[in-house]
């Protein structure tokens, strides 16, 4: 073995140390699931909820309207 090709091979030992695509989107991840908080998740999930049963015809499921206000005078 010639000293070039020893050379080359340590070359490409260190760029895989690098971080790679994988790790990259993998710390993406854990940021994103530490941001979500329980309460946020909640909020989200009853949000698609309401939106879902309005679109299947079925609004009555999300609660009763609001009372009416009179128009006295």
Known sequence: MTE???NEREDKVEST??????????NN???LVEQISNL??????????????????????NGPSPPK???DG
Request: aromatic share 14%; charged share 20%.
């Open 69 to 71: 206000v009179r128009a």
């Open 17 to 26: 140390s690098e971080t790679t695509p994988d790790t990259a989107g993998t």
């Open 40 to 61: 946020r998740f909640n909020a989200w999930y009853d949000e698609q909820q309401f939106e879902q049963n309005i679109l299947e015809g079925q609004a009555y499921f």
């Open 29 to 31: 991840i854990q940021a």
């Open 4 to 6: 070039d090709n020893s």
